[in-house]
């Protein structure tokens, strides 16, 4: 079974910074997709990047981009000039390109943004 | 575009009663999933369809919990009767074929049973 594993239960960062956001998952499948998805306070899950697995080149989303290690089996996420509105958790989630559609996410990493 | 949308945004009823939550998936999307997410568990799949056919009810916690799709364009989930334990945030999320196989959430119905 897959299993997606986000090791750091609370990042904070100073405005204006960059910080990275930990993932790393299991699987057997070589064919796959990740997402990072950010739940500021109003709930909503929001997308915030994705990556297919036979892609070498790293996702980037304006100030958000990815360390995407296959081998590892890592999928960092980075935030690059912090802001205020980024303050949210944060979950990584893995899906199987063929197959079961579910997505399986990680426990969550709440950000904090200091002023 | 709409996104995913769900009703109601809020509910708060007393145990015993019948919840009905209710989605909107994406148009042209043709997979609908139904999650909950409590400080507890986290984020938990409760039943997945394709093409309105359910695919996946493995995550149902019970008897007391039942999803339909009737059409491509509305689904339901009923807890009856609603304990106190099922209060939550109950998310619908869709996504479509072809190379985005992004799911995308509605906003959520965050439930209160007293």
């Known amino acids: 079974a897959q299993t997606v594993t986000q090791s750091q239960p609370e990042m904070s960062v100073q405005e204006a910074e960059t910080v990275t956001l930990s993932c790393t998952y299991d699987?057997?499948?070589?064919?796959?997709?990740l997402f990072w998805y950010k739940q500021p306070p109003s709930r909503q899950m929001i997308l915030v990047i994705r990556?297919?697995?036979?892609?070498?080149q790293n996702a980037t989303e304006n100030r958000f981009s990815v360390n995407f290690q296959k081998a590892a089996k890592s999928f960092s996420l980075k935030i690059s000039d912090s802001q205020l509105g980024d303050a949210a958790m944060y979950f990584c989630?893995?899906?199987?390109?063929?197959?079961?559609?579910?997505?399986?996410f990680g426990t969550g990493t709440r950000l904090t943004i200091i002023p | 575009d709409a996104g995913v949308i769900q009703s109601p945004r809020h509910e708060v009823t007393e145990m015993g009663q019948e919840v009905t939550l209710r989605c909107k998936p994406i148009?042209?999307?043709?997979?609908l999933f139904w999650y909950r997410q409590t400080m507890m568990r986290g984020l938990e799949l409760l039943i997945y369809?394709?093409?309105?056919?359910?695919?996946?009810d493995s995550g149902m916690p019970e008897d007391r919990f039942s999803a339909k799709m009737p059409n491509a364009s509305f689904s339901t989930l009923k807890i009856q009767p609603s304990e106190p334990r099922d209060s939550a945030v109950y998310f619908c999320?869709?996504?479509?074929?072809?190379?985005?196989?992004?799911?995308?959430f509605g906003p959520g119905t965050r439930l209160l049973v007293l």
């Open positions: 999320a869709s996504t479509g074929t072809g190379i985005q196989e992004t799911q995308y």
């Open positions: 148009s042209g999307h043709n997979s």
């Open positions: 699987t057997s499948e070589s064919d796959y997709y």
């Open positions: 369809f394709n093409n309105n056919v359910p695919i996946d």
């Open positions: 989630a893995y899906k199987p390109n063929f197959g079961n559609e579910k997505l399986t």
């Open positions: 990556q297919e697995a036979y892609k070498q």
